[in-house]
T-cell receptor, first 112, second 116 residues
């Protein structure tokens, strides 16, 4: 089955630690995205990549980093510089024809 | 002004009624518009997309787009308790370099509750 796989589903982190969230897709989509969602809020764009080895900052990139070494993979690192990292993180890929996003199941990060 | 703004909820309608969800956007050149549904604790799923002015119908759902007024809406006919969720409007801005890639900006969402 084609889709987006995010891992881990739940993650706990101590303050000062970096964590990496995995995102893999087998839909053969060129573009991939990372969004953050806080309780009762919409989705805010962290980073996006339209092609391998290239990515752009979204609206809230500070404290995050990404890489795009393979078409299938777009990992997100939440660094210790991110002051309020507790949130629901959603990875998505974009279907070129219609422009719609396909989302993974999300990763819920809690900082202890 | 926010790029994408949705009517503040929560919105509560009785079963069988029409639910109306509204969204305005600031970028006049925006090209494509999407409505997503998100159940609590889950990821968003696409309901409909619309590119052209007018109405687009899919089952109980109708999307309406008015580019002159920078307004897109979603109507849900014969609302069911299973429609209770958060509805997210998303807009592809004009500076995205095309309709397929680039930023897709979301509104803050409207919580809909359909009560029996």
């Amino acid at each position: 089955d084609g889709g987006i796989t995010q891992s881990p589903k739940y993650l706990f982190r101590k303050e000062g630690q970096n964590v990496t969230l995995s995102c893999e897709q087998n839909l053969n989509h060129d573009a991939m995205y990372w969004y953050r969602q806080d309780p009762g809020q919409g989705l805010r764009l962290i980073y996006y990549s339209q092609i391998v080895n290239d990515f752009q900052k979204g609206d809230i990139a500070e404290g995050y980093s990404v890489s795009r070494e393979k078409k299938e993979s777009f990992p997100l690192t939440v660094t210790s510089a991110q002051k309020n990292p507790t949130a629901f993180y959603l990875c998505a890929s974009r279907y070129k024809i219609t422009g719609e996003l396909f989302f993974g199941e999300g990763s819920r990060l809690t900082v202890l | 002004q926010k790029e994408v703004e949705q009517n503040s909820g929560p919105l509560s309608v009785p079963e069988g009624a029409i639910a109306s969800l509204n969204c305005t956007y600031s970028d006049r050149g925006s090209q494509s518009f999407f409505w997503y549904r998100q159940y609590s604790g889950k990821s968003p799923e696409l309901i409909m997309f619309i590119y052209s002015n007018g109405d687009k119908e899919d089952g109980r759902f109708t999307a309406q787009l008015n580019k002159a007024s920078q307004y897109v809406s979603l109507l849900i006919r014969d609302s069911q308790p299973s429609d209770s969720a958060t509805y997210l409007c998303a807009v592809n801005p004009a500076n995205a370099g095309g309709t397929s890639y680039g930023k897709l900006t979301f509104g803050q969402g409207t919580i809909l509750t359909v009560h029996p």
